[in-house]
């Protein structure tokens, strides 16, 4: 069984949106922080969105006011809506849960998001 895995992904057009999913799994939802990472093709993995497990939020600069992180606990599971999505968000999403208190952290396999017309 996959801890996390990712949903929603797709082909957009430019200024479209997109919501992606992460069910989790296994673990108690509840006590982890979870995050959206993004890897464009040739660069590095990046932190797109956070939110704590108390539902503290930050987000990367190139997202804010366009992309909302959310969690729902009773579903054990996170959202990311994208909206006023550009090229330049293309990448493989991936969601990441972690647990300071213990080390552990999970990684889904990640959901692809084309932006282009």
């Known amino acids: 069984q996959v801890p996390v895995v990712e949903s929603g992904g797709g082909l957009v057009q430019p200024g479209g949106s997109l919501r992606l999913s992460c069910a989790a799994s296994?673990?108690?939802?509840?006590?982890?922080?979870m995050s959206w990472y993004r890897q464009a093709s040739g660069k590095e993995r990046e932190l797109v969105a956070a939110?704590?497990?108390?539902?503290?939020?930050n987000y990367a600069d190139s997202v804010k006011g366009r992309f909302t992180i959310s969690r729902d606990n009773a579903k054990n599971t996170v959202y990311l809506q994208m909206n006023s999505l550009k090229p330049e968000d293309t990448a493989v999403y991936y969601c990441?849960?972690?647990?300071?208190?213990?080390?552990?952290?999970?990684w889904g396999k990640g959901t692809l998001v084309t932006v282009s017309s």
């Open positions: 939110i704590a497990s108390g539902g503290t939020t």
């Open positions: 296994g673990f108690t939802f509840r006590l982890y922080a």
């Open positions: 990441k849960a972690a647990r300071m208190a213990t080390g552990a952290n999970y």
